[in-house]
């Protein structure tokens, strides 16, 4: 089946760093992936859809300077938090639409982010 | 403005019966709807998803059902086994963008 990693796990990192979180699409190629971001006990909420090879589209709230999404290639998208503050801390996961395929997307294991 | 909504938060089910999760929607442009389960901190997993050119799709345990007219769907997992305790999301698609509507989510228990 469509597999979809992502790395790091978990990580922690002071206030006012930036902290990277690559989204991998392992066997299949992903024109189009998604960022989310799930708060406790809340739905997914979608942060921006990423096209590769084109800027990103981000939801109404989000601040794409602050957070960064590079799609460089059919099976890779990025997303840079940049200059993190305690209340980015959250659980964000990434997920990947096969090419090929109608609507299904595929989600990775997700990442949870602490700011100190 | 909620576009899907799951309107129970919890649902409680014997193990061995039926698990039935119901899902509304309000935006006639959705022409496709999926299922996917979410464990506490990880992705979600699909499960399964229809066309809105169907009114059931089948795979194994899991069946979902499709009524256009009154905008609702609904999951059906036979038999309920422990295993599929989990928190189960409706997503709704229309084909301009690809991207997925979500509902708030049903928590899942099934009790031994």
């Known amino acids: 089946g469509a597999v979809v990693s992502q790395h790091p796990s978990r990580v922690i990192c002071k206030s006012g760093t930036s902290v990277k979180i690559e989204c991998r699409s392992l066997?299949?190629?992903?024109?189009?992936m998604f960022w989310y971001r799930q708060f406790p006990k809340q739905s997914l909420m979608l942060m921006a859809t990423?096209?590769?090879?084109?800027?990103?589209?981000?939801e109404q709230g989000v601040e794409k300077d602050k957070f960064l999404i590079n799609h460089a290639s059919l099976t890779l998208s990025t997303l840079t938090v940049t200059s993190a503050h305690p209340e980015d801390s959250s659980f964000y996961i990434c997920?990947?639409?096969?090419?090929?395929?109608?609507?299904?997307?595929?989600f990775g294991p997700g990442t949870r982010l602490t700011v100190t | 403005d909620q576009q899907v909504k799951q309107n129970s938060p919890s649902l409680s089910v014997q193990e061995g019966r039926i698990s039935i999760l119901n899902c509304d929607y309000t935006n006639s442009m959705f022409d496709y709807f999926l299922w996917y389960k979410k464990y506490p901190a990880e992705g979600p997993t699909f499960l399964i998803s229809?066309?809105?050119i169907k009114d059931k799709n089948e795979d194994g345990r899991f069946t979902v059902f499709l009524n256009k007219s009154a905008k609702h769907l609904s999951l059906h997992i036979v038999p309920s086994q422990p295993g599929d305790s989990a928190v189960y999301f409706c997503a709704a698609s229309a084909r301009s963008n690809y991207q997925l509507i979500w509902g708030a989510g049903t928590k899942l228990i099934i009790k031994p």
């Open positions: 066997d299949f190629q992903a024109t189009t």
């Open positions: 990423s096209n590769e090879g084109s800027k990103a589209t981000y």
């Open positions: 229809i066309s809105s």
């Open positions: 997920s990947a639409r096969d090419s090929a395929g109608p609507y299904e997307q595929y």
